[in-house]
Nanobody, 116 residues
Framework: VQLQASGGGLVPAGGSLRLSCTAS????????VGWYRQVPGKQRELVAR???????TYADSVTGRFTISRDNTKKKLYLQMNSLKPEDTAVYYC???????????WGQGTLVTVSS
C-alpha cells in the first residue's frame, strides 16, 4: 500500500486549499483514513478522520472549517480546508488504518503554508 498526498501550497489567511491523497493497493474501502499534521518540534496531531462507514471526527481547532471526505471507487481521500489560519501551517500527512490486521500506512506529507 502506498499513499500519495498532494494539494499543499502557500495561501493567505482566510483562503482555501483542498488536499488529496491517493491510495494504491487493496484495503482502502475497508479502512479508516485520516489526515494528520505536524510542525517542527511538535508531535503529529490528528486533523480529521473518516471511518469506512463514513463517520467523521475532527480536531476542535478545525471543526467548522475543514471537511474530510473519501471516494472509495477512486481510492482517494480529501481534505477541504476553508478559512485557513496561520496556525494551520504544517506538513499534512494522510493515514490509513487497515482495520482487519490493524496495520497503519502513512503518506509522504504535503506542506501547507498560511501567510498572515
Amino acid at each position: 500500500v502506498q499513499l500519495q498526498a498532494s494539494g499543499g501550497g502557500l495561501v493567505p489567511a482566510g483562503g482555501s486549499l483542498r488536499l488529496s491523497c491517493t491510495a494504491s493497493g487493496p484495503f482502502f474501502s475497508g479502512s479508516s483514513v485520516g489526515w494528520y499534521r505536524q510542525v517542527p518540534g511538535k508531535q503529529r496531531e490528528l486533523v480529521a478522520r473518516i471511518t469506512r462507514a463514513g463517520t467523521t471526527t475532527y480536531a476542535d481547532s478545525v471543526t467548522g472549517r475543514f471537511t474530510i471526505s473519501r471516494d472509495n471507487t477512486k481510492k482517494k481521500l480529501y481534505l477541504q480546508m476553508n478559512s485557513l489560519k496561520p496556525e494551520d501551517t504544517a506538513v499534512y500527512y494522510c493515514n490509513m488504518l487497515e482495520t482487519v490486521t490493524n496495520t497503519e500506512f502513512w503518506g509522504q506529507g504535503t506542506l501547507v503554508t498560511v501567510s498572515s
